[in-house]
């Protein structure tokens, strides 16, 4: 998801002068306790749907189970960050054979759709919304490939919770209403959404009752019909006649021909902690290649929020989304150089660029000797044999490109908007590849065992986000729910692997969330860099933690989001 800043949202602020400091930490930015379970957990962004994903595994589903369950439920829940129109990525620690598996359930550009039609069309960059930005839904699929390897219960009892819901209503949450709100009248034009997804014409309000029928309908032909009815069935039927009758290019054939597939994650050490990402055509090793820069410097001895903790963050950032937009793309079109982007040599290079004086005012990306060559939801589950979930879902902007289908209840996403319109570039589109896709699930393990599953959505905020957290874990001492509240940061303005975006030439901009001392912010003027105030686009996350000796999960799921951490 493409974030915008909240401006009037108040409530989210984290100002310490506005909140008395934590009685057991007396960090200003705490704002309540982990939560401790013995058995299993679940964190979503919706309490509902953490309640569903614990209601599953206490009837014997796996965290998979569980994972797809809430999931489900949060395209009806939080269709302005979810839905099966999106695509879906995970990591799953497997427990009877002590490894980490990756799913990437990213759908491909349609087949009849070429860069010479944007070309003809006079366009230099993919619309946001309508029919040209559409790309195969990848999460369904996604859904079924989890479960045939990990699932416990059959796939209707899965889906039976959310078909509940959808029948019946829930209250709509707060947060969630407001970004519905904004959603409404850029989407109401486009056929199928204001008649699926309005109340005469508005967003429902908080606390009112949203029924889906037709996600409802839907979801029962899934969960009779198993994946093919999506792919293969009357589904793919009516999306492929919807998009031909509006303008589209997404097929039945498109549909009918997608196969996600599972890869292996890939890591970095940051002070005895292994951290895991999935590699591209996401954005995840993004964070691995940040944290590896910033693994040379001494952190004991540089505070949290101070000007050098900052500074150096940003411009480790800075160094590895340059690299990001250079190198990132489908790998089944150009390979990008991951082992080298991630190693630790790599950084020691990259490192040298960085002043403790003055800020990067320009980047370039590795060359090639070098290198050897917004919403989103995020949930994360855990269940009584040890199995870990980290699952991320997304219809891109916010509700997607607005093409919702007659009778299906659900938007499809608008992520082939990341495609670049220019030839020769790693993400020039092409019919049937994967965009350049900036969700990412995320996994820490230690001396070879689980030790924290966490995501923290947001566009180009998730790596940013990552980062900070296994910062705030490792190096600041905090602990999970601490490490979410934190005052968090953001640097944009790089040069992006999409056609929106210029190199970057002034540095960019650093966002600072309420919470860092005016010194610091004084500091970093003082060193030159430009630093905004800015109350929204800092992400949501999620996280549990594993006691190794004991088995006894930790969970966390952070004040900016109506979400929920819960076990039993």
Known sequence: MLLVPMLLVPMLSLAPSLQAADRITGRDFATRSEVIAPHAMAATSHPLATQIALDVMRRGGSAVDAAIAANAALGLMEPTGSGMGGDLFAIVWDPKTGKLLGYNGSGRSPKSLTLDYFEKQG??????????????????????????????????????????????????????????????????????????????????????????????????KIADGGRDAFYKGDIARTIGAYFQANGGFLSYEDLAAHQG???????????????????????????????????????????????????????????????????????????????????????????????????????????????????????????????????????????????????????????????VLRRGHPNTYAPGKRPFQTIIPAFITKDGKPFASFGLMGGAMQPQGHVQIVMNLVDFGMNLQEAGDAPRIQHENDTEPTGQNTAMSDGGVVQLENGFPYETIRALMDKGHHVEWALGPYGGYQAIRRDPQSGVYFGASESRKDGQAAGY
Not at 169 to 187: C, F, N
Not at 212 to 217: K, Q, R, S, T, V
């Open 123 to 220: 366009l230099k960059d993919i619309p946001p919304l309508g029919p040209l930005p559409v790309s195969v839904p990848g999460a369904v699929d996604g859904w079924f490939a989890l479960h045939q390897r990990f699932g416990s219960l059959p796939m209707k009892d899965v889906l039976a919770p959310a078909i509940r819901y959808a029948r019946e209503g829930h209250p709509v949450a707060e947060t969630i209403a407001y970004y519905w709100a904004r959603s409404v009248p850029r989407l109401s034009p486009y056929p199928g959404f204001k008649e699926q997804f309005t109340v005469d014409g508005r967003a429902p309000r908080t606390g009112e009752l949203w029924k889906n029928p037709n996600l409802a309908d839907t979801l029962q």
């Open 261 to 419: 597939e599972w890869v292996e994650p890939v890591s970095t050490s940051y002070r005895g902690y292994d951290v895991w990402e999935l590699p591209p055509n996401g954005q995840g090793i993004a964070a691995l290649q940040m944290l590896n820069v910033l693994e040379g410097y001494d952190f004991s001895k540089i505070a949290y929020g101070s000007p050098e903790h900052v500074h150096l963050f940003v411009e480790a950032k800075k160094l590895a989304f340059a690299d990001r937009a250079r190198w990132y793309a489908d790998p089944a079109f150009q390979p990008a150089p991951v082992a080298r982007l991630i190693s630790k040599a790599y950084a020691d290079q990259r490192r040298k660029l960085i002043s403790s004086d003055k800020p990067l005012r320009e980047v370039q990306p590795g060359t090639p000797a070098e290198l050897d060559q917004g919403d989103t939801i995020y949930l994360t589950t855990a269940d009584s044999n040890g199995m870990m979930v980290s699952l991320i879902q997304s219809n891109y902007r916010g509700m997607g490109s607005g093409m919702a289908p007659p009778g299906l209840g659900f938007i499809l996403q608008d992520r082939g908007e990341m495609f």
